[in-house]
């Protein structure tokens, strides 16, 4: 779906105009403008701008993924943070997206995390998420994730001190039905929400070389063992054999 555009036209917001913005020449503009009235866009295939600059197309041939790398500074209260499609914005003192589009082209919220860590990088540490896949069997899935997050202090073999966290995890997985979500009788949206409780206890974590003399005595006390273990076996084979020539000698064995 092609057709020439005027450079200095002037088109259609589809009911949404404003004041401030008469002209939707993009889809993105229309999109902003249903956003900015707390509309909700029911299709990208009634635009005329959508469809001349192929999104319908775009969304529904491509199978397109997305890598997210970053940082967030939260404040240190229970709270969460997440990954979701769509455009989010503020509607009534709300957090809310623009999810419509789904309805059409539903998501498929397969992910792997490679790397999740609250605060600075340890090296000794293993983080339950690293390297966590989950596959979704459904479309439109919900994933959260429950993460109880225990303050750490690691000191390492250099004497340097890293102030980090560490935590542990459990998660569900729901499916988000669009038009129960819709008339409120279901919460939640599709996409990855990360929950984080902070707990007031600290854990504190150094790392000691051990000394020459430590090696030595440990080296004493193995062959110490070995000896003590080797005479007892010895005495219990030497009785042993003691025993059995007495039974010759009295003719007790047969």
Same mark, same amino acid.
């Given at each position: 779906?092609?057709?020439?555009?005027?450079?200095?036209? #002037?088109? /259609? #917001? =589809?009911?949404?105009?404003?004041?401030?913005?008469?002209?939707?020449?993009?889809?993105?503009?229309?999109?902003?403008?249903?956003?900015?009235?707390?509309?909700?866009?029911?299709? *990208?295939?009634?635009? !005329?701008? #959508?469809?001349?600059?192929?999104?319908?197309?775009?969304?529904?041939?491509?199978?397109?993924?997305?890598?997210?790398?970053? %940082? *967030?500074?939260? /404040?240190?209260? &229970?709270? %969460?943070?997440?990954? +979701?499609?769509?455009?989010?914005?503020?509607?009534?003192?709300?957090?809310?997206?623009?999810?419509?589009?789904?309805?059409?082209?539903?998501?498929? *919220?397969?992910?792997?995390?490679?790397?999740?860590?609250?605060?600075?990088?340890?090296?000794? $540490?293993? %983080?339950?998420?690293?390297?966590? &896949?989950?596959?979704?069997? &459904?479309? %439109?899935?919900?994933? $959260? =994730? =429950?993460?109880?997050?225990?303050?750490?202090?690691?000191?390492?073999?250099? @004497?340097?001190?890293?102030?980090?966290?560490? =935590?542990?995890?459990?998660?569900?997985?729901?499916?988000?039905?669009?038009?129960?979500?819709?008339?409120?009788?279901? @919460?939640?949206?599709?996409?990855?929400?990360?929950?984080? !409780?902070?707990?007031?206890?600290?854990? !504190?974590?150094?790392?000691?070389?051990? +000394?020459?003399?430590?090696? *030595?005595?440990?080296?004493?006390?193995?062959?110490?063992?070995?000896?003590?273990?080797?005479?007892?076996?010895?005495?219990?084979?030497?009785? /042993?054999?003691?025993?059995?020539?007495?039974?010759?000698?009295?003719?007790?064995?047969?």
């Amino acid at each position: 779906y092609q057709r020439r555009v005027r450079a200095n036209r #002037c088109e /259609s #917001c =589809y009911g949404a105009e404003t004041d401030n913005r008469k002209c939707c020449n993009s889809c993105e503009d229309v999109r902003n403008a249903y956003r900015d009235r707390g509309w909700g866009l029911e299709s *990208l295939g009634a635009i !005329d701008q #959508c469809k001349r600059e192929g999104i319908v197309g775009k969304a529904n041939a491509n199978k397109e993924m997305c890598r997210v790398k970053g %940082n *967030l500074k939260v /404040s240190k209260v &229970t709270g %969460n943070f997440h990954i +979701s499609p769509g455009k989010s914005f503020q509607h009534n003192h709300a957090h809310v997206h623009d999810l419509k589009f789904l309805s059409e082209f539903p998501i498929n *919220l397969t992910h792997t995390i490679n790397r999740l860590t609250y605060g600075e990088f340890v090296p000794t $540490q293993v %983080n339950p998420l690293d390297n966590h &896949t989950f596959v979704a069997t &459904t479309l %439109n899935t919900m994933r $959260q =994730y =429950y993460t109880q997050v225990v303050p750490m202090r690691y000191q390492g073999l250099n @004497s340097e001190v890293v102030l980090s966290n560490q =935590y542990s995890v459990t998660y569900h997985s729901k499916t988000i039905d669009l038009a129960k979500a819709s008339r409120g009788e279901q @919460s939640g949206l599709p996409g990855m929400f990360i929950s984080y !409780d902070i707990s007031p206890l600290m854990v !504190d974590v150094t790392e000691h070389r051990r +000394s020459f003399t430590h090696f *030595l005595t440990g080296v004493c006390a193995i062959v110490g063992g070995v000896f003590t273990v080797a005479g007892i076996i010895d005495s219990m084979v030497y009785n /042993s054999y003691r025993a059995f020539q007495k039974k010759l000698q009295l003719g007790k064995v047969n």
